[in-house]
């Protein structure tokens, strides 16, 4: 073949359309394939899902039997619409559920953090006895509940002002320190002296003189 030949627009051009046309059957071709391919998956899907749908089915069937008696298809056609209605409703609950989780998410590692604080002021509470003074007062309530009938409980309402008032006035530090002198009295040992002279010679003691004027002003608010 000479230069001619070879050089010819006409032979150029069909060439170029060969190539052209070769690439469009290898894209075909691999399309074919990839199509072969797809279906042979969907055979082999299909053939794996369909006991299981069958399965599904059955059971489906069975469970429908049971509750036939109790359920009728306008109630699940109307279930069915009362959720199409609430769709909103339902996306507005499972917003406000997913930003509960979110501050549950945030909020875990505080809450941890003061569950461990809470459990360690529990330990330190009952190393010092806390707990075994409240089981003491419960037994003490127990006790004062069993001894009292409504009767008394009515009268310590009536009087209850009076009480605390009482009490208040027992809290004052002189009378507590009276008190606590007297009960420090009886406990120490009986005078040496205990003869009426020496009763009466004590007398001259200006603090004895002073208890003796309490004591007598006791006796007469005791009177009165």
Excluded: C
Excluded at 37 to 61: C, G, H, M, Y
Excluded at 80 to 94: A, C, G, I, V
């Amino acid at each position: 073949m000479d230069s001619t030949t070879v050089g010819d627009p006409t032979i150029a051009e069909l060439n170029h359309k060969i190539d052209a046309l070769t690439t469009q059957v290898a894209f075909l071709t691999e399309e074919a394939l990839a199509q072969r391919r797809r279906r042979q998956e969907w055979d082999e899907l299909k053939a794996d899902a369909t006991p299981i749908i069958n399965d599904l089915f059955r059971i489906s069937v069975e469970q429908l039997d049971e509750i036939e008696s109790y359920v009728q298809f306008e109630d699940i056609l109307y279930l069915f619409k009362k959720l199409l209605r609430s769709t909103r409703d339902l996306n507005q609950m499972l917003d406000q559920l997913e930003s509960l989780m979110e501050l549950w998410q945030d909020f875990g590692p505080l809450s941890q953090d003061a569950f461990v604080v809470l459990m360690n002021r529990l330990e330190e509470m009952e190393r010092k006895g806390y707990f075994v003074f409240m089981q003491g007062g419960f037994d003490i309530l127990d006790r004062i509940v069993a001894s009292f009938d409504e009767e008394d409980v009515r009268l310590l309402g009536e009087n209850i002002v009076l009480i605390l008032q009482t009490v208040k006035e027992m809290t004052q530090p002189e009378l507590m320190q009276m008190m606590r002198s007297t009960v420090s009295a009886v406990k120490d040992e009986e005078p040496a002296d205990t003869s009426l002279l020496g009763i009466i010679r004590q007398l001259n003691d200006p603090a004895v003189k002073r208890g003796l004027a309490k004591t007598l002003n006791v006796l007469k608010s005791v009177a009165d």
